[in-house]
């Protein structure tokens, strides 16, 4: 049986720290790490391994993410593949895949796929759908377990236990060849031995150019999408009460201060048809506030 | 992929990546050594504080030429000013140099920040041939028929042997303790360091320091600040920001109750101080222990198959006109790897052979500098040197420039009122004078 997991490399949140003086985040301050969810996926790989399997890491990022695959290497993994090009400018989830799914293909496609559902930093926890749609093989998100008995190695079926809104488990199954989205945390990633992690400081990572692959930059293009700007909160501009300005001075100053409540000696709304007397309630909300005032 | 034996063996493991360490694994790899720098760090620097400015630029200008040029430097101090303070006064010698040295190269000192400064040195060490492996903590020393052989790392099947293990693992050696050559410290003899990073514009350093361009500031401060536990202040320009921060003797911390952060607030907030941080803002915080006695607590230097450098070794020259530990360490690093090379040359790494270690260390001036000054810190870092005439300087200052119809006093009696007013006994004043004249003088 061969696997395969998906590790993403990313800024370790921990050291995310904003410049106070240019008000962005300190990209030289920060390090990297291996997704958490990605960490639970690759450990799973490892102790799901039979004897005769293969465990393959795959990585689409720049050189530095290199460290992070010998260091896969080093808990156990028997390949990694990393996937960069020049080309690439953007590692959304869309191109990642696109990515992800040719080198599965370039380096013989495996029996199962392993996938964190979530990275730290992006997280829009798409991958593994859209890997499942470029490879058109079955997904299971949100995974919490999943198990292999011998039997049904042979018969390449798979049990899954799905994770559902208020701690609900779904216990379903699915055939292989297929791809599973891990939760965060499940278990840690095994110590590497000091031997295995001196032995793959040095080795080298094969890296697969959108040549290799067969892509085109053309490949890559998906306009479907554009982030134009992200922009904090902005809490809706409240209305102050004020008090009303034909009435004396002394009076205005005890509206004021009974904060409201003088105000509330209130008005019976006894006659009218019925549309006249909800426009007189929106009025009296908008007056004091409680509504916004039509533009 | 490269396999290696299972059972490695380096000719030097060099423990802690800090100055002395990546100084000691550069040059013991440039002279064709097998070497292994251990880091417990995610990277070398992560763990690592100090002030920081790198004076001994020329030291490593012979290792590595003009290395300012592609190291992570930020200013280079060409003035230094040395302050006076009374809890309302400064009085500050000023000390400017625009000569050859200084301003120019190799010059003098630079501000640094040790993360980024550690990290590079460390790849030069990489760069030339040493085996980096960070994220490994040591946890003990390998013995064999009494000697020292290897070093075990925190993690499965983590015994590494060498021929030479080099201790450069800080302050409070743990390897050093562990190979029985450090007793335990006691408190009077360290201090604690506490600081801040302060981001500023640099255009507003320039303008508030009177600098231009490149040029840094090294400022420290003596007297009231630290109200009365033993020590000190420092404030070093930056790029793009301030370092600044309080060390107190930790015995006398102890005992006055006083805590390490409300001296840093007391010290932002001092008159003279609070104009040169204000507007800034908060990066960093760190603190750490330094050994600042010196020639009194440094360990035994070497035994069978064992040396030690930099902090782990004492070597941090805090004698009140000097504040310097990174050049020591990298000398001593130095020193520790032509030790290492010629035992390797020689194939003896007994206590014997490595015990010209401390011929390479007086060559280095390392051993001749804190036996010069060795009679410096016991008393420079007690109460009176550091605390009490600085105090009285800037007193003094006060009364000689005030101008409120009284007579003016000569120099001579207003001292002597001061004396009168301090608790100091004449001859306590002499035994002092007479020490800082041994210490600095002759």
Known sequence: MRIAVCLKYVPDPGTIEVDPLTGLIAADRLLYMLNPADESALELALRLRPPQGTVTVFNVGPVEADRLLQE????????????????????????????????????????????????????????????????????????????????????GRMRVQRRLARGARAESEVTLPAILGLETGLVHLRQASLPSLMRVKHTPIPLYGLEELGLSPQDLHFPAMTLHEVMPPRPRARVMFTPDCHRSAPERVAQILSAGVAGKAGQILDSGTPEQQADAIIDFLRQHGFLEKSP | MTALPAKEQFDVIVVGAGPAGSAAALLSARAGLKVLLLER?????????????????????????????????ERYICRRDIAFMSPTTAVALDFRCAGSGYATAPYNGFSVLRPKFDRWLAAQAEAAGAFLLTSAVVDDVLWDDGRVVGVRVRREQGEIYGKVVIACDGVNSFLAKKAGLQREFHAHELSLGVKEVIGLDPAII?????????????????????????????????????????????????????????????????????????????????????????????????????????????????????????????????????????????????ARSLAVYRKHLKQRHVSTDFRAYRHAPSFVNGPRLQNLYPEMIARSMEQIFRVDGAPKRKILPLAYRMVRQSEIRPGQLLRDAYQVARAYLW
């Not at chain 2, 941080?277 to 069978?304: C, F, N």
Request: net charge negative; glycine share 10%.
């Open chain 1, 72 to 155: 896969a290497l080093a808990a156990g993994a028997d390949a990694a593949v990393r996937v960069w090009d020049s080309a690439i400018s953007s590692t959304k989830p869309m191109i990642t895949t696109i990515l992800l799914a040719a080198a599965l293909r370039a380096a013989e496609l495996p029996d199962l796929v392993l996938c964190g559902g979530h990275s730290v930093d992006r997280g829009s926890g798409t991958v593994p759908a859209l890997l499942a749609e470029h490879l058109g093989w079955p997904v299971v998100t949100e995974v919490t377990q999943f198990e292999m008995q011998p039997d049904e190695l042979q018969s």
């Open chain 2, 206 to 350: 320039q303008d508030r320091f009177h600098l231009t361009g490149n040029e840094g500031i090294a400022f420290e401060y003596l007297g009231a600040i630290t109200e009365d536990v033993h020590g000190g202040a420092f404030l070093y320009t930056n790029r793009d920001s301030l370092s600044l921060g309080v060390i107190g003797q930790v015995s006398s911390l102890v005992e006055r109750r006083k805590r390490p952060y409300e001296l840093l607030e007391r010290f932002k907030a001092h008159p003279a101080v609070a104009p040169l941080v204000r507007g800034g803002k908060l990066r960093e915080y760190s603190a750490h222990l330094i050994p600042e006695s010196g020639w009194a607590m440094q360990p035994k230097l070497y035994t069978d198959g064992l040396l030690v450098a930099g902090d782990a070794a004492g070597f941090c020259l805090a004698a009140g006109l000097y504040l310097e530990g990174m050049n020591y360490a990298i000398q001593s690093g130095l020193a520790a790897a032509e030790t290492a090379i010629a035992a390797c040359r020689r194939g003896n790494f007994s």
């Open chain 2, 41 to 73: 760090g995610e990277y070398p620097g992560a763990k690592n504080v100090s002030g920081a400015v790198f004076y001994g630029s020329a030291i490593l200008n012979q290792l590595i030429p003009n290395w300012w040029e592609q190291a992570p430097v």
